[in-house]
């Protein structure tokens, strides 16, 4: 149980870890990219703005290309001039009025032909659109007093970098996740094989000192019997029949929870549907006689793998549960198929019960009402007794309170 529940810790842990490096690394990325992108478009924006057909003027010897222009009027570098410029690969094609290509750069590089280029443009201008991406180029078109141009920014190299980033990591990160895993599973065994080492230690306890008291309880009992053969009604000899009667039925349920617990029950496959349909029949007369009412909703032909006598241990407990504790006079017990396994319930009002009693309802010994004493023979042990049987059968059980309805559910994978 103990490493079950460990697998179940480490993995939620390491699963949220995950979850959160990945909605991290989304995000940096993301924001990175859009970043890199709006960039990209400022300087594309440009490019287009200082774009002219018209050859560059001369500038006057040992003076920079700007050295006349008024103050108040004086505008960007020239874009072969600045250096984030000339990080980046800008291509242009301009088309006449008509249509007519007349002028193509390709950047000076090989990348792109002319002829691609211009294929790449006139799909563009096809489409109607005024900016966007085709592929890892980013593009603009802008009508110019007598010509459109078409331009491009190569997003390649910009966004190579964070591809690069992503690659190194999702290595380092995955392989930072595995190692905080296997320490994590290292860690938290060092931990909990002294919790281990106790609880096996306790149910082995349990179970020797069960077995050990049924031998002197059926001494007494055999004994009491034989008494009261010779001394007839006797009230001393009734508290001591009465009392080893508990007691017997203690040690019978300390031997239940031993045997649900341990590991060496054998599975077969079972009718469950078969199973609930019988201890509901059972129980409908016991619940007439504490004037309840059982409404029962089993689906049909529900099997599983599992130990048939712990089976209907478990189901008779809900019962026996419902019928004692049954504030009103309804209990209602269903058992459907939802998504490959039996779900079986068993609800019946109740009194108000505070959320903090209702997760101790499964521990050994606990009762609700702390007054409450033993009538009946019943010592606080049956969900106990439910909940390992249920985990035996890999499956669970939990209690919820609504609306005066306290409801107990077990869920356990169908057989396959």
């Keep these: 149980m103990f490493n079950r529940s460990r697998r179940k810790i480490i993995i939620s842990i390491m699963g949220s870890l995950i979850l959160l490096f990945a909605t991290t690394l989304t995000v940096i990325l993301l924001a990175s990219y859009q970043e890199v992108r709006r960039n990209n478009r400022r300087m594309l924006e440009q490019y287009t703005e200082f774009y002219s057909m018209d050859p560059p003027p001369k500038a006057p010897e040992g003076k920079s290309p700007e050295g006349d222009v008024p103050e108040g009027e004086r505008r960007e570098p020239p874009i072969d001039v600045r250096r984030d410029y000339e990080l980046s690969t800008f291509y242009a094609v301009v088309f006449e009025e008509d249509g007519t290509v007349a002028a193509v750069d390709n950047g000076e590089k090989d990348i792109y032909t002319e002829e691609e280029l211009i294929r790449i443009a ?84 349990i179970s020797d000192a069960s077995h050990e008291l049924k031998t002197p309880v059926s001494v007494i009992s055999a004994n009491a019997e034989l008494l009261s053969r010779e001394l007839g009604a006797n009230e001393w000899l009734s508290n001591i029949q009465y009392e080893n009667d508990r007691m017997g039925d203690l040690v019978k349920q300390l031997l239940d929870l031993s045997r649900a617990e341990s590991a060496e029950s054998p599975m077969d496959t079972v009718d469950f549907s078969r199973i609930v349909t019988g201890e509901a029949l059972a129980f409908e007369s016991l619940a007439f006689e504490n004037e309840k009412l059982l409404q029962t909703e089993i689906s049909e032909g529900i099997q599983l793998t599992g130990n048939q006598a712990q089976l209907q241990q478990l189901v008779s407990i809900l019962l026996d549960n419902a019928v004692r504790h049954a504030a009103g006079k309804k209990i209602a017990l269903s058992l459907k198929r939802q998504a490959h396994a039996a779900v079986l319930s068993v609800a019946n009002e109740s009194e108000p019960i505070e959320p903090d009693m209702l997760e101790h309802l499964f521990d050994r010994f606990y009762r609700v009402d702390e007054a409450r004493n033993s009538d009946g023979h019943h010592y606080g042990l049956g969900l106990s007794i439910a909940k390992a049987v249920a985990e035996k059968h890999n499956g669970t059980i939990h209690v919820s309170y609504e609306n005066g309805m306290i409801s107990f559910t077990v869920s356990i994978p169908e057989k396959k």
């Design 122 to 205: 006139e799909e563009i201008r096809a489409d109607h659109k005024s900016s966007g991406r085709k592929g890892d180029l980013t593009f603009l078109v802008r009508q110019k007093d007598t010509y459109t141009l078409v331009a491009f920014i190569d997003s390649t190299v910009s966004e190579s970098g964070l591809q690069t980033l992503l690659r190194n990591v999702l290595i380092v990160g995955g392989a930072a996740i595995i190692v905080l895993f296997l320490i994590s599973w290292y860690i938290s065994g060092r931990i909990i094989r002294p919790l281990e080492e106790n609880d096996r230690k306790q149910k082995q306890f």
